[in-house]
């Protein structure tokens, strides 16, 4: 069974900051799992169309890294 991974904004949950978690979409057989990655970011910075970061974001460099890093980690589990 192919499984398949997504980045979003988990609009569902607010943080008390006002940000929304970002989370991770793992769809295999039907079911699908949802792993935080412990990264939170502004709705105003988040392309929810395209489920990626908008270029005016400030630490958007950071974040894109630090969610390529966490993505290799779980290929290797």
Known sequence: ?????NVLCYRFKTLSNGEH???LRVCKGGKKKYISLGIS???NYWEFEKNKLK????NREQILKAI??????????
């Open 1 to 5: 069974m192919k499984a398949t991974a």
């Open 21 to 23: 978690p970002i989370m």
């Open 41 to 43: 970011v502004s709705p």
């Open 55 to 58: 270029r005016n974001c400030p």
């Open 68 to 77: 390529k890093n966490l993505i290799e980690n779980l290929k290797e589990k």
